[in-house]
């Protein structure tokens, strides 16, 4: 993921204005990134990336997610989420879209971004709520549905009282991603 300087920020190879491009010419950011997904500087070591694009059974995505939120690492989680999205089922899309919103609320909370994060949060609640009442599914895959709309509402609600303090920059509220991870599969 990117190479190293020549004094213009771009990665070795590439020329000024020409934009990163994965191996099927699609436009795509090469920059390392951190724990959060914010990009960092071209060479400076960052975070494995989760690869896209990825088919998983329900059960791993659920898995996989939890892992990666346990890590502290929900914009990560995002993306797992945002694979099954893209790939299940229609019936399903909704859920797993709800489910991917909550864990980029989480991303933009713990970057210290309170409105984005508590509107995300509340989004994605909503989402997994209607999804839940249409399906009637609210233990689907082992999921503790009830639950993570709980915990997305209580946390929106948290990060807009500045109950995490404020700590990030201009005084910004900011939560640990991992502290404040939702437990999918309940307590």
């Given at each position: 993921m990117g190479g190293t300087g020549h004094g213009s920020g771009t990665p070795q190879g590439r020329t000024d204005g020409a934009r990163d491009r994965d191996a099927e010419g699609r436009a795509r950011n090469a920059r390392p990134r951190d724990g959060l997904g914010r990009p960092l500087p071209y060479g400076s070591p960052?975070?494995?990336?989760?690869?896209?694009?990825?088919?998983?059974?329900?059960?791993?995505?659920?898995?996989?997610?939890?892992?990666?939120?346990?890590?502290?690492k929900p914009f990560h989680a995002h993306e797992v989420f945002e694979d099954a999205w893209k790939s299940g089922p229609d019936e399903e899309r909704a859920l797993w879209r709800g489910l991917a919103q909550c864990a980029v609320g989480l991303t933009h909370a713990a970057r210290g971004n309170v409105t984005g994060g508590a509107r995300l949060l509340r989004r994605g609640a909503g989402a997994v709520a209607e999804w839940t009442a249409a399906s009637g599914r609210p233990g689907a895959y082992g999921m503790d549905l009830g639950g993570v709309v709980a915990w997305a509402r209580g946390l929106a609600d948290a990060v807009e009282a500045g109950a995490d303090g404020r700590d990030g920059a201009g005084g910004a509220v900011v939560v640990d991603a991992r502290a404040r991870a939702p437990r999918l599969y309940g307590t």
């Open positions: 960052g975070v494995e990336r989760q690869p896209e694009g990825v088919v998983r059974t329900p059960e791993e995505t659920v898995a996989q997610a939890q892992a990666l939120l346990d890590a502290g």
